[in-house]
């Protein structure tokens, strides 16, 4: 953990208790703040107060009295209305941050020397950052990973010089880390998503776009709009900026041919890596993640040959394009992570022949944009709240079952694709959807996934 100096001696308020939360009050805690903590469930305080934090409703308060309230990522900031917390604190004129300001304040003021990564972008930034973090620590370099990918950054060792700190970061974190200023800025795309946090999807890229917008270098990807005018923006000041790209080459950065990826630098390209053969980055947005991964790599003026050789040994992340199990010809795959239309998209683009189990609590749009993708899907097995909705958008173009819930959707997934003579059924969890009307999180949908695959054959013999 990193104790938290920026407010020692200072009166600090901090509202959401949940995982960064807790960890956050603690590093506070320790590094001398009088800190004070509250959250909307009483379970939680309690938890806190049993670990020896203070405690209180932050309502009973003089706010004004404080240095600032500290906000756990979770907790609405504007949208669909400021959390009751946040407008104490702007009526008493106190600042409202985050844990990812106060990591970045940390760094700035105890470990300047050391390089601060910072990911961020609608879909594959955990994979990017995994794998940064793999890359970098294959060629010798301290790299500890966290921040939205699971590790809460103040639990993390603080950095030395010479270390590389590989952060993720959520729209949600982002807004509440006014002075993010990392060595290397990553972006790597914006599509519709969380717009019940920030309102309108321009209000979501230009969150994202704090990123990239004071970072010494910055990579970003330009293969949609928004993003390519973020690059153009940082092109137009000067400031040091690496294109990353699938759809075409760039003048500067790293961009990918099918499964072969390139570095421009004013010359002729060079070659770096063929991604062809590699299970863990397969797909053009692996591609996309990966062009990424060693454009930073050229930015911190590291060995990219020697970074290339280790590429094959990239475990990937889980819940994401995880090859969970093969029973005979069929492989199974748990894309858990896949939350909304456009992250399903790359998972389904990914495979010949798909046995799709999709659903749970929907996202603006729903599925009707994969439209293009459907000639792939052999059966839909649809679960969760949306599974009507999403019925009705296949209806006449792929065949669906409403399964309901995702032992069902697997065991009729798994016998439709053991009939299937293609030489590679694919049985494909990738929810499009939220988990929260059947599971906490993606994680814990995606660790029943395999859990479930795992047990194939007792399901089968018990419903049989």
């Given at each position: 953990m990193i104790p938290v100096a920026c407010f020692s001696g200072a009166k600090v308020a901090l509202f959401g208790l949940g995982g960064s939360g807790l960890v956050t009050a603690k590093a506070l805690a320790a590094g001398g703040a009088d800190v004070v903590s509250f959250d909307d469930q009483p379970a939680k305080v309690a938890a806190a107060a049993a670990e020896g934090l203070a405690t209180a409703d932050l309502r009973t308060l003089d706010l004004s009295a404080y240095a600032a309230l500290v906000l756990a990522p979770g907790v609405p900031l504007t949208?669909?209305?400021?959390?009751?917390?946040?407008?104490?604190?702007?009526?008493?004129?106190?600042?409202?941050?985050?844990?990812?300001?106060?990591?970045?304040?940390?760094?700035?003021?105890?470990?300047?020397?050391?390089?601060?990564?910072?990911?961020?972008?609608?879909?594959?930034?955990?994979?990017?950052?995994?794998?940064?973090?793999?890359?970098?620590?294959?060629?010798?370099?301290t790299a500890p990973v966290g921040g939205n990918i699971g590790v809460p950054a103040l639990e993390l060792p603080l950095p030395r010089a010479g270390d590389a700190a590989v952060l993720e970061m959520s729209s949600y974190q982002i807004d509440l880390a006014p002075s993010l200023a990392p060595t290397v800025g990553v972006h790597l795309n914006i599509s519709e998503d969380h717009l019940d946090r920030h309102g309108t999807i321009e209000n979501y890229a230009a969150i994202k776009e704090r990123v990239v917008a004071q970072a010494e270098t910055a990579v970003i990807g330009v293969d949609d709009d928004f993003?390519?005018?973020?690059?153009?923006?940082?092109?137009?000041?000067?400031?040091?900026?690496?294109?990353?790209?699938?759809?075409g080459p760039v003048a500067e950065g790293v961009y990918a041919e099918g499964t072969v990826l390139y570095r421009a630098h004013g010359g002729p390209r060079?070659?770096?890596?063929?991604?062809?053969?590699?299970?863990?980055?397969?797909?053009?947005?692996?591609?996309?993640?990966?062009?990424?991964?060693?454009?930073?790599?050229?930015?911190?003026?590291?060995?990219?040959?020697?970074?290339?050789?280790?590429?094959?040994?990239?475990?990937?992340?889980?819940?994401?394009?995880?090859?969970?199990?093969?029973?005979?010809?069929?492989?199974?795959?748990?894309?858990?992570?896949?939350?909304?239309?456009?992250?399903?998209?790359?998972?389904?683009?990914?495979?010949?022949?798909?046995?799709?189990?999709?659903?749970?609590?929907?996202?603006?749009?729903?599925?009707?944009?994969?439209?293009?993708?459907?000639?792939?899907?052999?059966?839909?097995?649809?679960?969760?709240?949306?599974?009507?909705?999403f019925a009705a958008t296949l209806e006449g173009k792929v065949p669906a079952t409403v399964a309901g819930d995702l032992e069902t959707a697997l065991t009729l997934a798994a016998q439709d694709a053991a009939a299937d003579p293609a030489e590679e059924p694919v049985v494909l969890l990738s929810p499009a959807c939220a988990s929260f009307d059947q599971f906490p999180n993606f994680e814990v949908r995606g660790d029943a996934f395999k859990a479930l695959v795992g047990r194939l054959d007792d399901i089968a013999r018990r419903v049989s």
């Open positions: 949208h669909p209305k400021p959390h009751w917390s946040v407008e104490l604190a702007k009526a008493a004129g106190v600042p409202v941050i985050g844990d990812i300001e106060l990591y970045e304040r940390e760094r700035r003021a105890r470990a300047p020397e050391a390089t601060l990564v910072a990911i961020t972008g609608t879909n594959g930034k955990s994979t990017t950052t995994a794998l940064i973090g793999y890359l970098l620590t294959s060629l010798g370099v993003s390519r005018a973020m690059a153009e923006r940082r092109e137009a000041r000067g400031l040091p900026t690496l294109r990353i790209s699938t759809g060079e070659k770096i890596v063929d991604l062809k053969g590699i299970a863990s980055l397969r797909g053009r947005h692996n591609a996309e993640n990966a062009a990424a991964a060693f454009a930073v790599l050229v930015a911190l003026g590291m060995d990219v040959a020697a970074a290339a050789k280790a590429l094959p040994g990239f475990p990937g992340l889980a819940h994401r394009l995880e090859q969970v199990a093969r029973h005979g010809r069929v492989l199974f795959v748990n894309d858990s992570k896949a939350t909304n239309a456009d992250s399903a998209r790359r998972a389904l683009a990914s495979f010949e022949r798909i046995y799709w189990i999709a659903g749970g609590r929907p996202k603006t749009g729903g599925i009707a944009a994969l439209a293009d993708l459907f000639p792939r899907v052999a059966k839909a097995y649809l679960i969760g709240e949306a599974a009507p909705d």
